[in-house]
């Protein structure tokens, strides 16, 4: 069984640009979720998705966005980036709107120039 | 507010010696407790998911124990490939089931 993919793994932009990070969750999950993680403030919760609807949204201004299809592919997009937005961002899936486990993709490495 | 501590922040060992990672919580009801393990530069993969306190579970050098306050993460006679972040993150009943996570603990096992 697959687990969670992400694409790209790395990635080098120049501030002012905008990203997008694009995420498979593992076939049958339905709530995909976005992490940025960075040395100093470890794990934070971006935002959820399920059945492509937003269903939470972490502290995050509003340069950070995202959206799921109905396949439940997922992507998040960056605008407008700053230098403080190097980062690991992962995305996570996780079966349904029970609470079970979440599993995490690879993640992709934002360096922003 | 649900809250995470984990300790200690940096753990060095030598191959064979046992020690525990600590995770203590605050939650307004658990609905579960996770083990990650991160690699440099890699996504955290699960370990364990524990529910109710006095529940164990064991994968292979590791065991996971939960109490009402705390879990810890023994490992047993650890190997260099042992090194990496281990995370301890919470899940509240009721709400966003958006887990919290600890800061981690960073576990180097010397030959």
């Known amino acids: 069984k697959a687990g969670v993919t992400q694409t790209p793994r790395y990635l080098i932009k120049t501030r002012g640009q905008q990203v997008t990070l694009s995420c498979s969750p593992i076939s049958g999950h339905r709530s995909v979720s976005w992490y940025q993680q960075t040395p100093g403030q470890g794990l934070q919760f971006l935002f959820e998705y399920f059945s492509e609807t937003q269903r939470n949204k972490g502290n995050f201004p509003g340069r950070f966005s995202g959206r799921q299809f109905s396949n439940s592919r997922s992507e998040m997009n960056v605008s407008t980036l700053e230098l403080g937005d190097s980062a690991l961002y992962l995305c996570?899936?996780?079966?349904?709107?029970?609470?079970?486990?979440?599993?995490f993709g690879e993640g992709s490495w934002l360096t922003v120039v | 507010e649900d809250q995470v501590t984990q300790s200690p922040e940096a753990l060095r060992l030598q191959e064979g010696e046992s020690s525990s990672l600590n995770c203590s919580y605050t939650v307004s009801g658990l609905r579960g407790l996770f083990w990650y393990r991160q690699d440099p530069g890699k996504g955290p993969e699960f370990l364990f998911t524990?529910?109710?306190a006095g529940e164990e579970k064991e994968k292979e050098r590791l065991k996971a124990t939960l109490t009402k306050k705390e879990s810890f993460l023994h490992i047993t006679a650890p190997k260099p490939e042992d090194s990496a972040t281990y995370l301890c993150a919470v899940q509240a009943r009721g709400g966003s089931y958006i887990p919290t996570f600890g800061r981690g603990t960073s576990l180097i096992v010397h030959p």
């Open positions: 524990l529910y109710s």
């Open positions: 996570a899936s996780m079966a349904d709107s029970s609470g079970n486990t979440i599993y």
